[in-house]
């Protein structure tokens, strides 16, 4: 037996592989590669659901279903569209914002406070996931927003709402709603990317 | 698919962070994903937001999972057979052949139900579907092939063609076709909702069971709105049911049958039994190919 083994992954630790490279070895029918990003996104995904659906079961039950699709669709993943974090997370999103969609049998509002994003709280787990990007820098990047461009982006993000329901929510015409969102995203881009060349102070906290 | 609208690639790169943060309405998500999906332009507005959407996850709180919830994850993957690689044929070792038709799992159910004013129950287990409606199909066709069962009825001919376009659709990862599954009173039905590019839909279904008096099953298509009806089964004596004209809806995702009493019913008033969801064959890249 000699000590490189062809297809030695297991002699890695899981902390050197990429979630590029964990997303093939799933599309190649690994199973143990979900069980590494399981224990990579469980909290970011289930911490999301959880805010968007407000409700523990229904929120364990979207990360199950996002774990099942990127099981599923492992193979089309296209790294050259889009990293594996942002594709993860996209489908995380996805089936919390479907679940909280489906209690919502019609565009039927829920009540005010639900739609605001409750307060935020420091984290410091986010170390253990092992991304460059700190939840801190996300949530400064956010209030430096225009407010009515950050309000569209929490409203379809946190709030699970459509480009309609968050027209008729704010008052605001649907293509001012779609300008909103599309500018505000670009705009949050270039502010995470200028917080991050200055490094925020360690004691500066969310909002 | 059939007169669904087509955008420019501004109009599409318009949508982008509406698309990415998941607020365009389904039909409208639809056609956005088919879109990039056949468009060989490089489309960068949508790798720009999409990078700021994941980055909004971020500033949610993390928060671990319940301990038991690895174990149901990684159970329901042993379970679960992988969609197809589309573009490597290759199959790896013990995993399923077939194509995965299984969509909505349960939530699919559980939403039906819902709408059907029916109580939700526990979260299920999804079914195989793959699994279980490919060899169900196939038995009826090796019955019908060896013993001529319907030979010589001009209906039955015609539900002997459908049943074979059916498979066939369903072998195609480029056809439109939802996977039909029974469940409760119906646990042993499977069948297909095909959408043909050039014609109208039908719906083939084998193993219903009987019904009494006027009792009819009746097909709905399920979208975001309330659902709509696709029209009334034609049930065979054997239990294998038959409905043509089906119609692409805007936003119907799911097809689904109930039994209600003839004439049928404006809406859904029982749970539905028989369930699929439309594969999406534009399951590329993005939150709409979840």
């Known amino acids: 037996m000699s000590q490189t083994a062809p297809h030695g992954r297991s002699a890695r630790s899981d902390a050197d592989v990429s979630d590029e490279e964990l997303l093939r070895e799933a ?4 199973e143990a590669a979900i069980a590494t990003l399981f224990d990579r996104y469980q909290g970011i995904m ?11 079961a229904i929120a364990q039950d979207a990360v199950q279903e996002a774990f099942l699709s990127i099981w599923r669709h492992a193979s ?5 569209r889009a990293s594996a974090r942002s594709w993860i997370l996209a489908i995380a999103h996805h089936r919390a914002v479907d679940a909280v969609r489906r209690r919502r049998p019609t565009s039927a509002l829920a009540g005010d406070e639900d739609l605001l994003p409750p307060a935020l709280v420091r984290p410091d787990l986010w170390g253990e996931v092992r991304q460059r990007l700190d939840a801190d820098v996300v949530r400064e990047a956010l209030s430096r927003l225009a407010p009515l461009q950050r309000e569209a982006i929490e409203l379809a993000y946190f709030g699970g709402l459509t480009q309609q329901e968050i027209a008729s929510r704010t008052g605001s015409p649907l293509g001012t709603v779609k300008s909103r969102v599309r500018l505000g995203l670009q705009a949050l881009r270039t502010e995470i990317e200028a917080i991050e060349r200055v490094a925020l102070p360690a004691a500066e906290v969310g909002r | 698919v059939i007169g669904e609208p087509t955008l420019s690639c501004e109009q599409v790169d318009d949508l982008a962070g509406l698309y990415v943060l998941d607020a365009l309405d389904p039909a409208d998500a639809r056609v956005v994903a088919r879109h990039l999906e056949g468009c060989d332009s490089d489309h960068t507005a949508f790798a720009e937001v999409a990078a700021s959407a994941g980055a909004l996850a971020l500033a949610a709180e993390v928060q671990d999972a319940p301990a038991d919830l690895r174990d ?9 057979p992988q969609a197809r690689p589309v573009a490597d044929p290759s199959v790896p070792e013990g995993q399923p052949a077939q194509p995965d038709h ?28 793959a699994l279980v409606a490919v060899p169900a199909l196939a038995l009826v066709l090796v019955a019908i092939g060896a013993f001529g069962i319907w030979q010589g009825q001009a209906t039955q001919t015609d539900r002997l063609a459908l049943l074979r376009e059916a498979v066939v659709a369903a072998a195609d990862p480029e056809a439109t076709v939802a996977v039909l599954t029974g469940s409760d009173a119906a646990a042993g039905a499977a069948g297909y909702a095909v959408f043909p590019a050039d014609r109208d839909g039908f719906i083939v279904v084998d193993g219903l069971p009987g019904l009494t008096g006027d009792q009819v099953y009746q097909a709905w298509y399920v979208g975001p709105g309330e659902p709509l009806s696709a029209g009334l089964v034609d049930l065979g004596g054997d239990g294998l049911g038959v409905l043509t004209g089906l119609r692409m809806m ?7 049958l109930t039994v209600e009493t003839r004439p049928g019913a404006p809406a859904p008033t029982t749970t539905p039994l028989v369930v699929g969801e439309i594969r999406d064959v534009a399951t590329g890249q993005g939150p709409g190919s979840a």
Do not use: E, K
Not at chain 1, 46 to 56: C, E, N, Q, V, W
Not at chain 2, 72 to 80: D, E, I, K, L
């Open chain 1, 27 to 30: 599309a190649q029918g690994r």
């Open chain 1, 46 to 56: 289930y911490g999301l659901a959880s805010r968007i659906t407000a409700d523990p």
């Open chain 1, 76 to 80: 089309r993943f296209d790294p050259s």
């Open chain 2, 72 to 80: 149901r994850v990684m159970s329901a993957v042993a379970s679960t």
């Open chain 2, 102 to 129: 299984r969509a909505g799992g349960s939530s699919l159910i559980d939403r039906l139900r819902a709408r059907a004013g029916s109580p939700t129950g526990a979260p299920r287990r999804a079914p195989r579907w």
């Open chain 2, 250 to 256: 805007p936003g119907t995702n799911v097809v689904a």
